[in-house]
């Protein structure tokens, strides 16, 4: 089966994460060829991809719509033969259904990995227009679905409706591996953390992860906990902007941006944290709770759409309402007062439910029904 992803880019983030983990995780013995395509933007998980067995191709798009991109894009979909074309982004799957149908695919699938309404206006308008050219629309959560439908179900094989939910995963073993096994000594070392109380963040600098209310939460926090250290670990616009928020309330010794930070040695900062927090006021699943909870770290998250279905409430880790930072600084506190059981929990939870083999066997069976469909087996004839 060859199956071609479309996407924006190829940054570290949530998209592009699943995408890597879904072909890293591909048994090879699994008669599936993955291509990735990207439209513009940054390259860096490309390598990634290559070395996990994926064909990688650039359409070298200088700017959404650029006319030379869109060009490629229809070129190649006439030249190419899949039998899945996977869509990612509202950008990519407006794109993605248009010239994928232009070209002869008659398999389409986009995931969704937002909820509707923090789509832009005009990419999200597109996106909804030209869903109906989809076979198959999946969310990644079912909160992501209900945005968009009113409802939301489990992924059974063989429903008909044009929606269903697949959840998102991470390797639940191999990263708890790596954070039982990565040496803190030299982070340790870097930031001077002993034994304080140690919080971490992961997400990009973007409004819709509001870091901003961590930083003001942690004013209280501080006013208790005088030593507390968080990490904010990311990349995007507003990293000089936290930096300077967290100086301006006198917590540069307390509150560290460190941007991003390479994959290898993520492991290293969850290792060294005692509890992972999140301030997101938008989130469709969210891959750092995720891997906070692989790595049995009790989680602290605003309690919206998608973050609700990965943390239970006093089981897990705690929840409060977004934009909250002082019940978020309550929450943070309390969180340091329970024993070890809710990162048990977490773990287990993980495992049963959000570990990246479940999700590829879902898209893997989704994918041999879909094809099945197109192609039914012959059956014989009696005259």
């Known amino acids: 089966m060859d199956v071609c992803f479309l996407i924006n880019q190829l940054a570290p983030g949530g998209a592009p994460t699943l995408l890597l983990d879904i072909v890293a995780n591909t ?28 064909r990688v191709l650039d359409f070298g798009g200088a700017f959404k719509f650029d006319p030379r991109a869109l060009s490629r ?5 006439r030249r190419e033969e899949y039998d ?26 986009s995931t969704q990995h937002s909820i509707a309404e923090h ?39 063989g429903q008909p409706d044009q929606w269903c939910t697949i959840y998102n995963g ?15 000594t030299a982070l340790e070392s870097q930031y001077g953390v002993d034994d304080e109380p140690t919080f971490l963040t992961v997400g990009r600098y973007v409004p819709a992860k509001s870091q901003a209310d961590l930083v003001t939460a942690m004013t209280r926090v501080v006013d208790t906990h005088p030593d507390a250290r968080l990490f904010i670990i990311g990349w995007g616009d507003l990293e000089d902007d936290l930096r300077a928020a967290a100086s301006d309330r006198g917590l540069s010794a307390n509150i560290t941006v460190t941007g991003r930070v390479s994959p290898t040695d993520i492991h290293e900062y969850y290792a060294l944290a005692d509890a992972f927090v999140t301030s997101s006021t ?52 309390r969180v340091l007062r329970t024993d070890k059981l809710y990162g048990t929990n977490g773990y287990e939870r993980a495992a049963a439910t959000f570990d990246i083999r ?26």
């Open 282 to 333: 938008v989130e469709g699943l969210g891959i750092a709770g995720l891997e906070a909870m692989a790595a049995e770290l009790p989680v602290v998250a605003t309690a919206v759409p998608g973050l609700r279905e990965i943390v239970t409430e006093g089981k897990t880790g705690l929840l409060v309402p977004p934009n909250a930072p002082d019940q978020l600084a309550d929450a943070m506190m």
């Open 119 to 157: 789509y832009h206006p005009l990419t999200g308008t597109l996106e909804r227009l030209t869903r109906p050219l989809d076979t198959k629309t999946i969310a990644i959560s079912e909160g992501v679905e209900r945005s968009f439908t009113g409802s939301a179900r489990q992924y059974e094989p």
């Open 27 to 54: 048994d090879a013995d699994t008669d599936i060829d993955y291509t990735v395509c990207f439209v513009e933007g940054e390259d860096t998980l490309s390598v990634d991809f290559e070395d996990a067995g994926a």
């Open 73 to 77: 894009m229809a070129r190649f979909f």
């Open 358 to 383: 479940k999700t590829v066997a879902s898209y893997h069976e989704l994918y041999g029904e879909l094809c099945s469909d197109v192609n039914p087996p012959m059956t014989a004839r009696h005259d």
């Open 84 to 109: 899945i074309l996977h869509t990612h982004l509202p950008y990519s799957q407006t794109l993605g259904r248009i010239f994928g149908r232009l070209g002869g695919i008659e398999t389409i699938v």
């Open 170 to 184: 991470v390797d639940v073993a191999g990263f708890n591996e790596r954070v039982r096994t990565a040496d803190t």
